[in-house]
């Protein structure tokens, strides 16, 4: 089953990056995203490691997503 991400999940995550990337992640974007896969992955009932798995690929290695 495939698993599908909103755009509100992917836009998180590329914040989260850039700032990882920069050596500046806070805390606030790290707790916003772990509480919107949480939050999506309960909703759509699937695995919330899945979900951000498929996140992190997204966003990290879009050319093999």
């Not at 974007?29 to 690929?57: F, I, M, N, P, W």
């Amino acid at each position: 089953m495939a698993i599908e991400l909103s755009d509100e999940l992917i836009k998180l995550e590329e914040a989260a990056w850039a700032e990882q990337q920069a050596g500046a992640l806070t805390v606030e974007t790290a707790a916003a995203v772990q509480a919107a896969v949480t939050e999506h992955a309960a909703a759509t009932g699937q695995s919330r490691y899945d979900v951000e798995a498929a996140l992190k690929k997204k966003v990290r290695h879009p050319e093999g997503a």
